[in-house]
């Protein structure tokens, strides 16, 4: 089983991206919690800030009905 993070270890990086609000951020993680965790664990740290908002967008689009 993946090991979830807080929540709050996800918001500052949405929040140093200044991509999506907050509001909008927090409910991704709910609905797919586990996708950001995988993200988070597998993105390499270099790339992670470039690369985390790409994903967190995918994930939101995928979240709309």
Known sequence: ??????LQ???PLTS???KLHASASCSIFYVD???AAWILH???PKS???SICIE???VLASTIP
């Open 42 to 44: 597998h993105v390499p």
């Open 9 to 11: 270890e996800f918001m």
């Open 56 to 58: 967190l967008i995918v």
């Open 1 to 6: 089983m993946i090991p979830l993070l807080p």
């Open 16 to 18: 140093v991206q200044g």
């Open 33 to 35: 919690s586990l996708h």
């Open 48 to 50: 992670l800030r470039s």
